[in-house]
């Protein structure tokens, strides 16, 4: 078969819920319960299905992200230790999620802090998200302040167990930007790593078109300030012509970008729009069936995607943004050295030097005597 990419990783999957309600929720089941008043979801483990499409598209690694209400940290550590070779997985908040949407406790800042530093404590966690801890109550206004100070929270447990944390705080509906919320945390910690997810173009956003990524790259680039480099970009949500912005932008490039989206995120459906910006995308849909009675095949259409660029990006660049980046970034198994671009002033600009080895010595998991 064809493979994509010399090793390639989805940074962004859930394969531990199929989104059906457990018990009986109250009022209308829209399908995506991601905040603990709209109840739990039953935990499913979708793996069979996901290893299937990982073997049929050429994924080598998927990263793991709990987020909804009802999957644990327990559930997505069990699947890397099942798995070790195709998974590694994200912690939150998740155990508190499911007990304030039994109303059995209370969200706080502090008891969220504890959860995830006791996984992170167990070392079988390579970062904090899908959705950094927060309270969830439709009827919490926040300020700029109090969640940069929330954030500040975790993001010195990102730092202390050397992990990274995700953003995804575009999604709340702020009376205030939170791209600049990601700037300063950019600026406040810059030895700590934070991945946009999405890039900001999740549910919904196809309606402002490249709006989102713009301020995406914007905040990446760190045009501005002396950081940004800390900042690395989701693709995986991307249409093709998405990613000519990113890699056109001189203070962006090839190595701040992570092939993954949301394989698995089964309230989303796929559209195409031929000769419409953007060509196509992936939503909820409101006058759909709220969940799919299908498994959405996310691989074959971001892949589709990939297939688009190849005219305008060499293989060399494919490499890094559908697995070299998230190789590196999160140490994985690779099975060979010398497999990822290095060493180029045109991509790493004046820290050009460390980028060599790309992948170290230790990072190598060799399959056989070759090499």
């Given at each position: 078969m064809?493979?994509e990419?010399?090793?390639?990783?989805?940074?962004?999957?859930?394969?531990?819920?199929?989104?059906?309600?457990?018990?009986k929720p109250?009022?209308t089941?829209?399908?995506?319960p991601?905040a603990?008043?709209?109840?739990?979801?039953?935990?499913f483990?979708?793996s069979?299905?996901c290893l299937?499409?990982?073997?049929?598209?050429?994924i080598?690694?998927?990263?793991?992200k709990p987020?909804?209400?009802?999957?644990?940290?327990e559930?997505q550590?069990?699947?890397?230790?099942?798995?070790?070779?195709?998974?590694?997985?994200?912690?939150s908040?998740?155990?508190l999620?499911?007990k304030?949407?039994?109303?059995?406790?209370?969200?706080s800042?502090e008891?969220?802090?504890?959860?995830?530093?006791a996984?992170?404590?167990?070392?079988?966690?390579?970062?904090?998200?899908?959705f950094?801890?927060?309270?969830?109550?439709r009827?919490?206004?926040?300020?700029?302040?109090?969640?940069?100070?929330?954030?500040?929270?975790?993001?010195?447990?990102?730092?202390?167990?050397?992990v990274?944390?995700?953003?995804?705080?575009?999604?709340?509906?702020?009376?205030?930007?939170?791209?600049?919320?990601?700037?300063?945390l950019?600026?406040?910690?810059?030895d700590?790593?934070?991945?946009?997810?999405?890039?900001g173009?999740?549910?919904?956003s196809?309606?402002e078109?490249?709006?989102a990524?713009?301020?995406?790259c914007?905040?990446?680039?760190?045009?501005?300030?002396?950081?940004?480099?800390?900042?690395?970009?989701?693709?995986?949500?991307?249409?093709?012509?998405?990613?000519?912005?990113?890699l056109e932008?001189?203070?962006?490039?090839?190595?701040?970008?992570?092939?993954?989206?949301?394989y698995?995120?089964v309230?989303?459906?796929i559209?195409?729009?031929?000769?419409?910006?953007?060509?196509?995308?992936?939503?909820m849909?409101?006058?759909?069936?709220?969940v799919?009675?299908?498994?959405?095949?996310?691989?074959g259409?971001?892949?589709?995607?990939?297939?688009k660029?190849?005219?305008w990006?060499?293989q060399?660049?494919?490499?890094?943004?559908?697995g070299g980046?998230?190789?590196r970034?999160?140490?994985l198994?690779?099975?060979?050295?010398?497999m990822?671009?290095?060493?180029?002033?045109?991509?790493?600009g004046i820290h050009?030097?460390?980028?060599?080895?790309f992948?170290?010595r230790?990072?190598?998991?060799?399959?056989?005597?070759?090499?």
């Open positions: 064809h493979y990419a010399r090793f390639v990783v989805d940074t962004h999957v859930h394969i531990t819920t199929l989104y059906r309600p457990k018990g109250q009022g089941w829209t399908g995506l991601s603990p008043d709209e109840g739990e979801v039953e935990y483990d979708n069979p299905l299937y499409d990982m073997k049929r598209y050429g080598d690694m998927c990263l793991l987020s909804v209400v009802g999957t644990t940290n559930a550590a069990e699947l890397v230790e099942r798995y070790p070779d195709k998974f590694r997985a994200f912690c908040d998740q155990t999620k499911i304030c949407a039994r109303g059995e406790a209370k969200w800042v008891a969220a802090a504890e959860e995830v530093e996984a992170l404590k167990t070392g079988k966690f390579i970062g904090i998200g899908e950094v801890p927060r309270n969830w109550d009827k919490k206004v926040y300020g700029f302040e109090e969640r940069l100070n929330e954030y500040r929270i975790f993001m010195d447990l990102a730092r202390k167990y050397n990274t944390i995700d953003f995804h705080e575009f999604a709340w509906g702020y009376e205030w930007d939170p791209w600049k919320l990601l700037a300063r950019s600026n406040e910690y810059p700590v790593n934070i991945i946009a997810c999405h890039s173009h999740s549910i919904g196809y309606v078109g490249d709006k990524i713009r301020k995406a914007a905040v990446a680039g760190g045009a501005d300030r002396a950081s940004g480099d800390n900042i690395y970009l989701e693709t995986g949500t991307w249409p093709a012509e998405y990613f000519k912005i990113a932008d001189p203070n962006v490039g090839v190595s701040q970008l992570l092939w993954g989206g949301d698995g995120h309230p989303q459906y559209i195409a729009r031929p000769g419409k910006s953007p060509s196509s995308f992936s939503s849909m409101k006058r759909f069936p709220p799919p009675g299908y498994q959405i095949d996310w691989w259409w971001a892949i589709h995607q990939i297939h660029i190849r005219d990006v060499t060399d660049e494919i490499n890094l943004i559908m980046n998230a190789a970034l999160w140490k198994p690779v099975p060979h050295e010398r990822f671009m290095e060493g180029r002033p045109d991509v790493w050009w030097e460390k980028s060599m080895p992948i170290p230790s990072q190598v998991k060799y399959p056989d005597k070759e090499g």
